[in-house]
């Protein structure tokens, strides 16, 4: 890291980042602003989540235990293959 040279501003700025992170939890720091539709509850846990139609072919029993976690819904969103979904010629 420590050179004869003087670090440029870029590598400065990156330098103090990696210190700062280290140090402070900077998720309690900074916070996303939520702006539009993103100021809806419902639109910000679920119009993030691609392919959220194949919802209905996911279990019951891990939809609730998601708990309305988008992350972990997308997670069984992206397990349904279109082998799971009837009528879909391709697969039949």
């Known amino acids: 890291m420590y050179d004869k040279d003087p670090l440029s501003k870029p590598e400065l700025l990156n330098h103090m980042v990696r210190r700062i992170s280290k140090q402070t939890d900077l998720t309690e ?50 397990k349904v293959t279109p082998a799971d979904i009837p009528g879909h010629s391709s697969y039949e």
């Open 29 to 78: 720091v900074f916070q996303v602003r939520r702006l539009g539709k993103d100021a809806s509850p419902i639109f910000w846990s679920f119009g993030k989540i691609h392919g959220l139609e194949n919802i209905a072919f996911c279990d019951a029993g891990e939809l609730t235990a998601a708990n309305g976690n988008p992350y972990a819904i997308q997670k069984l969103v992206n």
